[in-house]
């Protein structure tokens, strides 16, 4: 809480949420490092869980939520390691619950994205780069193949966003080959026009609609925009 002893990055509403000197060790799981220890993540135990498994990845350092191209290589190296879990990132004004400090989503489960069909826009060796069609109404990229070329398309495409300032989401997961599937889904709106009152993330935008009230639940329709 604000004001205890040791609490370290204190803002507005307190202080920071996942800094590991803020939180319990319990909370505390494993640590991953890459390029050498210059990149330094860390599993925490996920209070409020929505999926299967979900457990927060945060970094170990106070970084903003905004992705380096290290951090992007590291997202996918880390899916490619995880064969049963998905990887999603929250930009900020797309959900993005914490947007002080860099974290990903973690868990084990199929989301409703996952099974509709992807129209091919370019393939080459090693990559293959389309976009989901009817009945999805939600513009989404995706990028399949070898890490490397998924990892150049990637960025390329993540880096434009964030020097225009454009919100988006990120869900890497595999395909039935178990190579990387990773789905981009630029944003435009964080909260909806009507029926929520709570911002919209990657979860919600892959199709898994989560409600807080009783209220919002039973407002969602097959014909209701949302």
């Not at 994205?113 to 090693?126: L, N, Y």
């Not at 150049?152 to 434009?160: F, K, N, Q, R, Y």
């Not at 919100?167 to 929520?196: A, C, D, M, W």
Request: hydrophobic content about 40%.
């Amino acid at each position: 809480k604000k004001g205890d002893p040791g609490a370290v990055n204190v803002g507005k509403k307190g202080p920071c949420f996942i800094c590991l000197p803020n939180i319990s060790i319990i909370q505390r799981g494993m640590r991953l490092f890459a390029l050498g220890g210059l990149l330094n993540f860390v599993f925490l135990v996920q209070p409020f869980p929505i999926l299967s498994a979900h457990v927060t990845l945060a970094s170990a350092r106070h970084t903003p939520q905004i992705l380096s191209q290290q951090d992007v290589n590291f997202l996918l190296d880390a899916t490619q390691r995880s064969a049963e879990f998905s990887y999603t990132y929250n930009s900020i004004g797309a959900g993005a619950s914490i947007e002080e400090h860099l974290h990903f989503h973690v868990f084990r489960y199929r989301l409703p994205i996952e099974d509709i069909e992807v129209e091919v826009i370019s393939e080459s060796k090693g990559l293959k780069v389309g976009r989901l069609g009817l009945p999805w109404p939600i513009l989404t990229l995706v990028f399949e193949g070898e890490k490397e070329k998924v990892n150049a398309s990637l960025w390329s495409i993540v880096d434009e966003a964030q020097k225009r300032n454009k919100p988006f989401n990120i869900l890497s997961t595999h395909n039935s080959q178990g190579k990387l599937k990773v789905y981009f889904i630029p944003r435009r709106r964080e909260t909806p026009l009507s029926t929520f009152a709570h911002a919209l993330g990657v979860v919600e935008m892959a199709g898994f609609i989560l409600t807080e009230k009783t209220s919002e639940f039973s407002a969602v329709t097959e014909d209701k925009d949302i």
